[in-house]
């Protein structure tokens, strides 16, 4: 299950709002440039620096440092994000609770917010959240962000790309597909600058080339929505255990799932759920189509909004639901959630 409540502090003297989050219950490295200690990116806040995620998963945690000793898996500049989501059990799952804001995937871009040693602060753009107008924020080691990526940065914006849609694809460093650099994640986009029968050329965060297999990536020019196209994207996933604040293939939340599902069909929603409940349109329940979202919230369906799935019909939902479960298939009015029925939303006709 995901959830954001999110609430008013006093800090200090002052009483200003803002928000918290809270959720309730690879590969050698890449040629590029990871930020650099004596950049501009200096310790402090107000800075303007773009740059995109250079590793396989990002995670981005709520506070910079160190984290647990298995927490080094994902850390590092060359991370294992199958080691180390696969070498957690329920309770390990059940620690990133509060501790994990969101996950970003090799190449998404970010803005550079503050730099506290040798970690950074960003905004995922690719992200939305009412949480930083730049994108969703969180802490990352800097050694995972290629600061000097204004050749990627551009060709992402205006050359076609070519999306991962598998659960995963080997990205090469050559165009016979014989050298592995590292596995990228579901939905990994990137810019496409040249295709032959044999590999796909793509551009690097970093600014250097990469080669992908044609089967393992479409362009993203050619996404669309089709109801029977996004269910059959979320049934690729059933199984796969819950990770708090997880937006890839190596572990979902509930609304990191269906923001992903969605980013599939060409479609951006916002990344927490209660959030994408104020976008697209009401539905009914009777009226419910493949596709839509369905929303559920405290106090028997009238408080907070606390979980999200996807409606697949005959009265069934797939969906993410918490730390000790996996992505599942149940009725909408069943399971620990039955009763806490808030509402639908359709983002496609």
């Keep these: 299950m995901k959830s954001m409540l999110k609430g008013s502090v006093l800090l200090v003297a002052l009483a200003a709002l803002f928000y918290l989050p809270h959720r309730m219950a690879a590969g050698p490295g890449f040629p590029g440039s990871p930020a650099p200690g004596g950049s501009s990116l200096s310790d402090g ?30 850390l590092r500049e060359n991370g294992d994000p199958a080691a180390w989501a696969g070498g957690m059990d329920g309770s390990m799952r059940l620690w990133l609770v509060g501790k994990v804001e969101t996950m970003a995937v090799y190449g998404e871009p ?53 999306v991962v849609t598998g659960k995963s694809a080997p990205l090469y460093a050559d165009a016979g597909l014989t050298k592995p650099l590292a596995m990228l994640c579901y939905q990994t986009r990137l810019p496409l600058l040249g295709e032959s029968g044999r590999a796909v050329t793509v551009r690097l965060p970093g600014g250097g080339t990469g080669y992908l297999a044609p089967g393992d ?18 049934r690729k996933f059933l199984g796969l255990p819950y990770l708090w ?58 408080g907070q909004i606390h979980h999200v799935g996807m409606y697949i019909g005959n009265g069934l939902m797939i969906h993410s639901p918490n730390s000790s479960s ?8 069943g399971g620990d959630y039955g009763g806490e029925f808030w509402g639908a939303r359709r983002y496609a006709p």
């Design 245 to 302: 604040g997880g937006t890839s293939s190596y572990g979902f939340d509930c609304s990191g799932f269906v923001m992903r599902l969605y980013q599939s069909q060409g479609i951006s929603i916002p990344r927490d759920a209660d959030e994408q409940a104020t976008e697209g349109f009401a539905v009914e329940k009777d009226g419910l189509l493949p596709g839509d979202l369905v929303f559920y919230a405290a106090k028997g369906g009238s």
């Design 217 to 234: 990536v479409k362009r993203a020019d050619a996404l669309a929505f089709t109801r029977d196209g996004i269910v059959n994207e979320a």
């Design 45 to 74: 806040a107000g800075l303007t620096d773009r740059g995109a995620i250079n590793v396989p998963l990002a995670v981005l945690w709520s506070e910079p440092g160190r984290k647990r000793e298995h927490d080094e898996l994902i």
């Design 326 to 333: 996996a992505v599942r298939i149940e009725a909408i009015d």
């Design 110 to 162: 970010v803005v550079i917010l503050e730099r506290s040693g040798d970690w950074l602060k960003v905004a995922v753009q690719t992200q939305k959240t009412s949480l930083n107008e730049k994108g969703y924020p969180g802490w990352v080691p800097a050694a995972q962000v290629a600061a000097e990526s204004a050749v990627f940065l551009e060709e992402l914006e205006k050359l076609p790309c070519v």
